[in-house]
């Protein structure tokens, strides 16, 4: 299934993006931080609240069965035709350290274009599915938890919260998800949040987005599965790694992947992050890190599965994290 081509925007600065939905024919978090910097102050994001009565719907609605029938949410394809270049606002470098707890991982060489990961480790547990109801559909994105101060934050695209002027619906994570299985449960949100621009205008420069997660049987997310830290304002042109639960072809969602290698800025129309990597229509708002430690499975993450351009399928592209993104997470984990 196609989604409609977006009008040309209005305003010179904000890039038009074509949004295309993958099926199966398409074609492609307490604080623990120390000296964490506010960023600059800019317009509060705008949230999507969802009601205790629509929570536990949200739960009730994600059957198994639903779950495996849900279409991949597509990473947003891109067209050189489609976007006009903006650059997101600058801030100083800020980092949230991780909570998740030290484990055991194997040792993997980079660069990795697109496979299973194996390594085990706290990534295996904070990073999950994210599954909800988009234009009457069942859908799937990717995202992850992080370290905060409601110890409930979940960050993601932008486009998995919120697209074409709606919030989506039906939103839980799974964090942990392989196989089928939901080893720590599923959490409804009671917020979703994005950037400003993203909420505005579908600004591909900001698509980040946030949950905020409702406690499950009288305990909260991080507490459960740990949280990864995150980084603000560190530049371009790091080794990253990328996440997620790509499940259109030729991926099923079942699987957890990875890609990993040195990121290089857009050179053609954003002032995103690239990297070589295959990952496919669902593993959106999937986590990047750097200083990724291979042996434990943390990091810090710095962006977020994004977009490709449709005539470079093989490289993949994520917001840089601003002084923006940095706001959002404040206001996240705040709530």
């Known amino acids: 299934m196609i989604g409609r081509p977006r009008s040309p925007r209005s305003s010179g600065g904000t890039p038009r993006v074509r949004h295309t939905v993958l099926g199966a024919l398409a074609g492609i978090a307490a604080l623990l931080a120390t000296g964490v910097t506010a960023a600059p102050a800019s317009a509060a994001p705008e949230p999507g609240v969802m009601a205790p009565s629509a929570q536990r719907s949200a739960l009730d609605f994600w059957t198994p069965q639903r779950m495996r029938a849900a279409t991949p949410l597509d990473i947003l394809s891109v067209d050189r035709s489609d976007v006009r270049a903006s650059a997101p606002r600058k801030g100083r470098t800020a980092v949230v350290a991780p909570s998740a707890p030290v484990s055991d991982a194997g040792p993997l060489a980079i660069p990795h274009g697109g496979g299973p990961w194996s390594g085990g480790g706290a990534v295996a547990k904070t990073a999950g599915r994210v599954f909800f109801t988009y234009q009457g559909r069942t859908a799937s994105c990717s995202g992850n938890a992080v370290t905060s101060a409601n110890k409930s934050t979940v960050i993601t695209a932008g486009h998995c919260v919120k697209m074409q002027g709606a919030w989506h619906t039906n ?165």
């Not at 579908?202 to 406690?215: L, R, T």
């Not at 710095?302 to 994520?318: D, E, H, I, Q, T």
């Open 171 to 335: 939103w839980v994570f799974v964090p942990g998800y392989h196989d089928g299985q939901r080893p720590y449960g599923t959490w409804a949100a009671s917020k979703t949040l994005s950037t400003p621009q993203w909420t505005a205008s579908e600004d591909i420069n900001y698509d980040i987005g946030a949950a905020v997660v409702a406690p499950l049987d009288g305990k909260q997310l991080t507490d459960v599965v740990g949280g990864q830290g995150l980084a603000f304002n560190t530049g371009y042109n790091k080794p990253m790694y990328s996440f997620g639960f790509p499940a259109a072809a030729p991926y099923d969602g079942e699987k957890f992947i990875y890609c990993s290698g040195t990121t290089f800025r857009d050179f053609l129309l954003s002032s995103d992050h690239g990297l070589t990597c295959n990952m496919t229509g669902g593993s959106s708002g999937g986590p990047w890190f750097t200083q990724f430690d291979e042996a434990t499975g943390t990091g810090l993450q710095s962006s977020v599965n994004s977009f490709k351009y449709n005539f470079l399928p093989n490289a993949m592209y994520g917001p840089y994290f601003g002084a923006d993104a940095q706001n959002l997470y404040q206001s996240a984990q705040s709530s």
